[in-house]
């Protein structure tokens, strides 16, 4: 077993992923059955995401869906994979994570991104625009300041309960916004692995331009990625096809489907385009049996110097997928993971 994954702390970001015959709501308790597994395995945190108007993702609240992961737990940190802050007021992010932390005291983690919906009419009805997004350095240091009290924009008001309160913040980026994590001396969470330059790149910027702060005395990189891992290369790949297909399909329709079955999409007749995007997007991530498993998350453990892995992996079948979590249990050596049952002589 690896000493260098053994050291990394490995967690897991569920985005309540839509399938075909399944319900929204069914969406959202899988994601909560799916994290007291996960906590049962010994997985250090699990965090939820939010979309608004996506058919493929029944995640559109992070910080309530977050509320019933923590209710449904005990040990496991929980936190959001990232409430977008310019779709939000300061003031309100910070009373909501103030009321999780209360709750749930010891346990939550916010994790703030700086995206604006996914469509023009998405940003409009939540009365938001692109442009929003450019304010985010400015929201995020009115979000830290409801937390310490140092907030000066609103005199004489007062985030209650979260002043005085301490809710871990980390910072979702790609370029610009690693930039924005470092200055801010908070901790990153970046990815993905299949732009492995662009990664590293962002990562050393980071590392290199990161300023102490009271949230955070040293930079911290969480990388987030795909991990499918099963008992052949072949299953492996086979988890990857129903989110691939998905991207796919967004990119050539506009439009972010539920996850099919993969042999419905193995049967599909697709255009130039559509599968030049599919087969793209079944590359560049760590699949495979758990002996490849474990080489390739060494490998990215050791380039990017990670603290910590964020698998964000989904597809179609529910039980396939937490048997990849069990399987990644093991390759982490994580102190529920169930030994591999010997094979017979």
């Known amino acids: 077993m690896s000493s260098v994954i053994a050291a990394t702390r490995l967690s897991v970001l569920d985005r309540s992923r839509t399938r075909e015959g399944h319900s929204g709501p069914a969406a959202l308790r899988d994601t909560v059955r799916l994290a007291q597994e996960l906590e049962a395995l010994g997985y250090h945190r699990f965090w939820v995401s939010e979309h608004h108007s996506v058919p493929g993702v029944a995640g559109s609240a992070p910080t309530v869906l977050a509320a019933a992961v923590a209710a449904a737990t005990s040990t496991i940190r929980v936190g959001t994979g990232g409430v977008m802050l310019p779709n939000h007021q300061p003031l309100v992010v910070a009373e909501q994570f103030g009321v999780l932390e209360s709750l749930f005291p010891g346990r939550i983690d916010m994790g703030l991104g700086r995206s604006v919906g996914f469509t023009d009419g998405i940003r409009r009805a939540l009365g938001r625009d692109k442009k929003d997004a450019d304010d985010f350095a400015a929201q995020l240091h009115e979000l830290l300041g409801w937390f310490t009290g140092g907030q000066r924009a609103h005199p004489q008001v007062h985030a209650r309960p979260a002043e005085g ?7 979702l980026a790609t370029g610009e916004g690693a930039a924005i994590a470092a200055r801010a001396g908070l901790p ?26 009271e949230w955070s005395e040293r930079p911290y990189v969480v990388v987030a990625g795909t991990v499918a891992v099963a008992a052949t290369e072949k299953d ?3 988890l990857l096809v129903p989110e691939a297909w998905s991207m796919a399909y967004s990119r050539t329709h506009g439009v972010f489907p539920p996850l099919l079955p993969p042999e419905r999409i193995e049967a599909l007749t697709m255009t130039d385009k559509e599968r030049g ?22 490998t990215v453990i050791k380039d990017t110097g990670a603290d910590e892995v964020l698998v964000t992996t989904s597809t ?19 102190p529920g993971a169930v030994p591999a049952r010997p094979t017979a002589a």
């Open 188 to 213: 990153l969470v970046i990815g993905d692995l299949r732009g492995r330059k662009k990664l590293l790149d962002a990562v050393e910027g980071y590392r290199s331009g990161f300023e102490p702060s």
């Open 316 to 334: 179609y079948d529910r039980d396939a997928l937490l048997g990849s979590f069990r399987r990644l249990a093991r390759v982490a050596d994580l």
């Open 236 to 238: 492996a790949r086979r």
């Open 165 to 171: 309160l301490r809710v871990p913040p980390y910072v």
């Open 277 to 298: 995007f599919y087969l793209a997007g079944l590359e560049g991530h760590i699949a495979g049996t758990e002996e490849q498993v474990a080489d390739a998350l060494e």
